[in-house]
């Protein structure tokens, strides 16, 4: 069994930053390929970023590359992304995912495990 619990979510102005955090339980983290996405009211779920079970390798996806930055810490048990100079369309809820099968994916179907979510809200 796996658990995924983000936090850190919140209203900020555009231009800012923000941090969110997903906290891994049930599995050992280094098992594990863990992914960002988000998803607005009314649409699909948008891939963000990704890394790999040691943080060699991340993918993003292309609205948020430059500006995010996917990380983690397997002796934490937490996948971070960090998020600066935020824009409103950057207004979402954002999922972490885990995948026990792959090195690293951008695939929305690719990832077994979903956590609840955590608001981010972009204001101009």
């Known amino acids: 069994q796996v658990q995924l619990v983000e936090s850190g979510g919140g209203l900020v102005q555009a231009g800012g930053s923000l941090r969110v955090s997903c906290a891994v339980s049930?599995?050992?983290?280094?098992?594990?390929?863990m992914g960002w996405f988000r998803q607005n009211p009314g649409k699909e779920r948008e891939f963000v970023a990704a890394?790999?079970?040691?943080?060699?390798?991340?993918y993003y996806g292309d609205s948020v590359k430059g500006r995010f930055t996917v990380s983690r810490d397997n002796a934490k048990n937490t996948v971070y992304l960090q998020m600066i100079n935020l824009k409103p369309e950057d207004t979402a809820v954002y999922y972490c995912?885990?995948?026990?099968?792959?090195?690293?994916?951008?695939?929305?179907?690719?990832?077994?495990?979903w956590g609840q979510g955590t608001q981010v809200t972009v204001s101009s």
């Open positions: 890394i790999n079970w040691n943080g060699i390798r991340t």
């Open positions: 049930g599995r050992t983290l280094s098992s594990l390929a």
């Open positions: 995912a885990a995948d026990p099968n792959h090195f690293i994916t951008r695939t929305r179907g690719d990832y077994d495990y």
